[in-house]
């Protein structure tokens, strides 16, 4: 598959840290028996190949992570994504998460799984576009949840030491350590955001993909927004 040119726009700016985008595809797949980086997309590719070329219409760089071989050789074909191998011990999201902000240090590390085969670039443009804060995490959320996996994690000083405190410390849960940080959740489009892990699941998902649209905050939706301050500690930085 050709890789599109990247879409010149005002999301990435000069006067914050530069954007990159994280996929992860390091799972094992066994509620869906197979490989689910490799199932066939309905746009044409894998999904594999189709989230590495829909992060790449952002314009910025993009890392792989994952421990599959056969991943990592995929995106090194593509020429311009960093295929990252995953060593021992594979831990789950918050030490991948670890790992990629000791790799890619003072960087707005876009964070995606593999597995949200309905993904829309218009989803992805309002989380970059809502991710203005650069003293908090912007995780997605589907109106009833996080949906962590999705979202920005600024890979600053102070949040580094903060997560290699608490990977050191033997925590795993990637929303414990969110609830612990200054935190502004992203509301988005929940079809589009849908993490899919059962071969039932895939259809219904597959055949949202060219349906969803971009979801924005509406007055219902801020009393949510209202009742994750208790979950997710809101800091608006520094004073000026």
Known sequence: MDVPEPLRQPLLQADVAPLRCCLLSGGESRRMGRDKALLPHPEGGIWLERSLLLLAELGAPITL???HREHL?????????????????????LLALHRLMQRH???RLLLCPVDMPALTREALHTLVAAAIDPFALH???DGQ????LLGIYPSSTQIREHLNAAIGGGERRLQ?????????????????IRNVNRPEEVQRATSSTR???????????RDWLRRM???????????P
């Open 211 to 221: 349906s969803c649209r971009a979801t924005s905050p509406n007055t219902c939706q």
């Open 139 to 141: 995780p997605a959320h």
């Open 176 to 192: 414990t350590w969110i609830a612990s940080q200054p935190c502004k959740p992203v509301l988005l489009n929940p079809q589009a």
């Open 145 to 148: 949840r996080l949906q962590p």
């Open 65 to 67: 992570l994952s421990r």
């Open 105 to 107: 240090p003072n960087e």
């Open 229 to 239: 301050e208790k979950r997710c500690r809101l800091d608006p930085g520094p004073p």
């Open 73 to 93: 050789a995929i995106a090194d074909q593509l020429g311009v994504i960093t295929p990252l191998a995953e060593p021992p011990p594979w831990e789950g999201p």
